[in-house]
């Protein structure tokens, strides 16, 4: 079983930084993709930014040039740090893990529980 716990969101002004990060632990073999993604009131969860395991990233054309994805494999742990952020960016961000698992080396895709990040105008 693997489990990602979330932290740093919060209360911010527009034009203001947050930093989310997100650990993965359990029975881990390895980490692939990881990624964030988000929902706001009323709509439907979107991507935010996924990263390989080799640093390549990928982000949503309403976040490219504010958010930035990076990984530490070693901690096995995923961050997303936000710049400039705008009331449109409130929602509740979900970090996204594929993970290969002890001792199936099975694939599993994993949600952790949400971390709410609120931007005031």
């Known amino acids: 079983q693997v489990q990602l716990v979330e932290s740093g969101g919060g209360l911010v002004q527009t034009g203001g930084s947050l930093r989310l990060s997100c650990a993965a632990s359990g029975n881990i073999f390895r980490i692939n993709d990881m990624g964030w993604y988000r929902q706001a009131p009323g709509k439907q969860r979107e991507l935010v930014a996924v990263?390989?395991?080799?640093?390549?990233?990928n982000y949503a054309d309403s976040v490219k040039g504010r958010f930035t994805a990076s990984r530490d494999n070693a901690k096995n742990t995923v961050y997303l740090q936000m710049n400039s952020l705008k009331p449109e960016d409130t929602a509740v961000y979900y970090c996204n893990a594929r993970a290969i698992t002890i001792p199936t080396l099975r694939q599993l895709e994993v949600w952790g529980q949400g971390t709410l990040v609120t931007v005031s105008s």
């Open positions: 990263i390989t395991r080799g640093g390549s990233t």
